[in-house]
């Protein structure tokens, strides 16, 4: 069993920076890829990045690289996403998921999820 804990949602200006992070619990923690997924008012669940523990495999959507970093930390187990120049189109949930697989776009292929952090980006 794996549990995800996310952290560091809240309340933003356009061109801000925030960072969220993912505590993950499991005995077999390591050997999940792990990912961020963002959900919008109204939108389809839409994948962020994605990572090994080890950093060695990284993913991103296309339109976020670059202006999003996904990173591990993992002595505390750990799942990070810096975000930079935060527009109001970044506003949604933001959730941490895991996979036994690299799964990395396909929601489908993640076993586990965590409740999310909303993030807020005001003009």
């Known amino acids: 069993q794996v549990q995800l804990v996310e952290s560091g949602g809240g309340l933003v200006q356009t061109g801000d920076t925030r960072r969220l992070s993912c505590a993950a619990s499991?005995?077999?923690?390591?050997?999940?890829?792990m990912a961020w997924f963002r959900q919008a008012p109204g939108k389809e669940r839409q994948f962020v990045a994605a990572?090994?523990?080890?950093?060695?495999?990284?993913g991103y959507t296309d339109s976020l690289k670059g202006d999003f970093t996904i990173s591990t930390d993992n002595t505390k187990n750990i799942v990070y996403l810096q975000m930079t120049n935060l527009k109001p189109e970044d506003t949604a949930i933001y959730y941490c998921?895991?996979?036994?697989?690299?799964?990395?776009?396909?929601?489908?292929?993640?076993?586990?999820w965590g409740q999310g952090t909303q993030v807020t980006v005001s003009s």
């Open positions: 499991g005995r077999t923690i390591s050997n999940y890829a």
């Open positions: 990572t090994t523990w080890d950093g060695r495999r990284t």
């Open positions: 998921a895991a996979s036994s697989r690299w799964a990395r776009r396909n929601s489908q292929l993640y076993e586990y």
